[in-house]
């Protein structure tokens, strides 16, 4: 199946301009309870070794084609 | 199969409406020990940052804030139902106390811009800048009006943050302010109000924005929980092993 | 408008300010807060442990500043004295930008998140 780290990825195209959703934004992504992830060893917020985020930042389209490339691989 | 958690919340038994959550999946309720967790089903390995999926959580928590205070999760909370169920039970006093800490309460934002154009104005210049100095002797002296100005900053962020929390004192259960010295958004406060006070919040915010024209105010809510969800579980995390 | 437990909530939560583009501006870089693309491969965690440690010496290094800056004023530093630490301090900021281009580092990016106390630098 997948490998047993996720991955984070941020695309350089990310723009959005819609004030309520970068507020929005900013209380689902920065805020809010945290289950550690299944591998964590971290110091402060480096990620060493680990990645326990499930979050990908791209365009949909960019994300879509991420995943299913991922998919064949 | 994955779980895509969304909020923790007691006191819910079912869901009354049908609420669809991220990629459309439908939400249920899973219950464990006496709490309720709302999740759907998910099965990629990362969940994309868009504008369905945000206001999919977003509107996925909320709807449950009519009936009772909600702890989020962060957006991208993927756990299988056994990690889950084992995350809870080892955290229960602590979620115990933090749901009773929100109960009947909203979350509330306040964020201040502040002009920075007038940072660009120096210090004085002073006896540490001549032109006989050395190049070294220089570098000294620019420190030293940059730490002057940080300083002078720190302090303006500093009194701001006092001036809105005591303004607003009595009107709020908690808060939790971050200050930014050298930024343009220099403040981000977030604000747990009782839903009973909410009306007198927003008038007194109204009056303190008026007070202050030199700054540029964004006011949001209400909002569940978001802030005051995470905190000390979160800070351990940050620094242990896990 | 009222909110006690009992009233219904809206839908969205309202948003209200006169200044939309300033507050995107500075919201846009919510989600620079992520990590950006972290593998699991040697040059990863190499430059994560660069990361560290360059966080730790920029620390120091401003401490050294501060410090530098306080003897100065004190008054008991002669005139050579203040230029050869300035220049030795001018030395150790160009050498850490050195690094940070060498491990591709910008100066946003060192820098720790210690939660509930803020950020070190």
């Known amino acids: ?73 | 199969m994955k779980l895509y958690a969304y909020c923790l919340a007691s006191g819910i038994d079912t869901l009354y409406e049908p609420v669809q959550g991220i990629s459309a999946a439908r939400v249920r309720l899973l219950k464990t020990e006496d709490l309720g967790v709302l999740v759907s089903d998910f099965d990629a390995d990362t969940v994309p940052v868009t504008r369905e999926n945000a206001l999919a959580h977003a509107a996925v928590v909320r709807s449950v804030l009519d009936k009772t205070t909600p702890l989020p999760f962060r957006f991208g909370t993927l756990v299988n139902e056994l990690q889950l169920r084992n995350y809870i039970s080892t955290h229960k006093d602590a979620i115990d106390t933090k749901l009773k800490h929100v109960s009947e309460c909203v979350e509330m934002s306040v964020k201040i811009i502040r002009d920075v154009s007038a940072d660009s104005q120096r210090e004085p210049l002073e006896k540490y800048q001549d032109n006989e100095q050395g190049i070294g002797a220089m570098f000294l002296a620019e420190k030293r009006r940059e730490i002057i100005g940080d300083e002078r900053r720190a302090a303006q962020a500093a009194e701001l943050s006092a001036w809105l929390r005591e303004s607003l004192h009595g009107l709020i259960r908690d808060e939790q302010v971050t200050v930014r010295p050298g930024e343009k958004l220099v403040l981000s406060a977030a604000f747990l109000v009782e839903m009973v006070k909410f009306g007198p919040y927003r008038e007194k915010v109204a009056q303190i924005c008026a007070e202050r024209p030199d700054l540029h105010f964004l006011l949001s809510g209400p909002w569940p929980p978001y802030s005051f969800a995470g905190l000390e579980l979160e800070f351990k995390s940050q620094f242990g092993v896990s | 408008m009222e909110l006690s437990p009992k009233t219904p909530l809206p839908a969205e939560p309202a948003i209200e300010t006169s200044h939309v583009e300033e507050f995107v501006e500075q919201l846009r870089c919510v989600t620079d807060t992520l990590p950006s693309r972290i593998n699991i491969d040697a040059q990863s965690v190499e430059q994560g442990l660069a990361k560290l440690v360059l966080t730790l010496i920029e620390f120091i290094r401003r401490l050294l500043e501060k410090q530098a800056v306080r003897r100065m004023e004190g008054g008991d530093l002669s005139p050579e004295q203040i230029e050869e630490l300035g220049l030795a301090l001018m030395r150790l900021e160009a050498k850490l930008q050195e690094l940070k281009t060498q491990f591709r580092l910008a100066d946003e990016e060192l820098n720790l998140d210690l939660g509930p106390i803020g950020r070190l630098i």
């Not at chain 1, 301009?17 to 809010?32: A, C, F, K, P």
């Not at chain 1, 060493?48 to 791209?58: A, E, P, R, T």
């Open chain 1, 1 to 73: 199946m997948g490998t047993p780290f996720e991955q984070v990825m941020v695309s350089e195209e990310w723009e959005e301009t819609d004030l309520s959703l970068l507020e929005t934004l900013d209380h689902v992504l920065n805020r809010g309870l945290v289950i550690a992830g299944e591998i964590t060893i971290s110091v402060a917020d480096i990620d060493l070794i680990f990645l326990g985020l499930n979050v990908m930042v791209s365009s949909v389209e960019t994300a879509r084609e991420v995943l299913s490339k991922r998919e064949t691989e």
